[in-house]
């Protein structure tokens, strides 16, 4: 059974940063859709950015642009997200997912527990 396990979440002052990692466990990276989803309180569900584990293909979400990376390291089956200059309304809970097939075409088919993101004003 594939498990996902996020950490790396906290309390930040705005303009901080922090980086988020996902341990992804029984299954090995191949040509995989896998990346970071969020849900603010109140809101809902809303993908953030995504990575395919072969050829590296990329997905940001218009407000993280410029400002959160995704990266993943096929060696140690882990997924990252380095967040830089963190808002307020980046506040939420981070999950990482894996999508069916090797983009977000289709519906996530693992998703793992969240790692809350609180960033102060």
């Known amino acids: 059974e594939v498990q996902l396990q996020a950490s790396g979440g906290g309390l930040v002052q705005a303009g901080g940063s922090l980086r988020l990692s996902c341990e992804v466990s029984?299954?090995?990276?191949?040509?995989?859709?896998i990346g970071w989803i969020r849900q603010a309180p109140g809101k809902g569900r809303e993908r953030v950015s995504a990575?395919?584990?072969?050829?590296?293909?990329?997905y940001y979400e218009d407000s993280v642009k410029g400002r959160f990376t995704i990266s993943s390291d096929n060696a140690k089956n882990t997924l990252y997200l380095q967040m830089n200059s963190l808002k307020s309304e980046d506040t939420a809970a981070y999950y990482c997912?894996?999508?069916?097939?090797?983009?977000?075409?289709?519906?996530?088919?693992?998703w793992g527990k969240g790692t809350l993101v609180t960033v102060s004003s």
């Open positions: 997912a894996k999508w069916i097939g090797s983009w977000f075409n289709y519906g996530m088919d693992y």
């Open positions: 990575i395919n584990t072969n050829d590296g293909n990329t």
């Open positions: 029984g299954k090995t990276f191949d040509d995989d859709a």
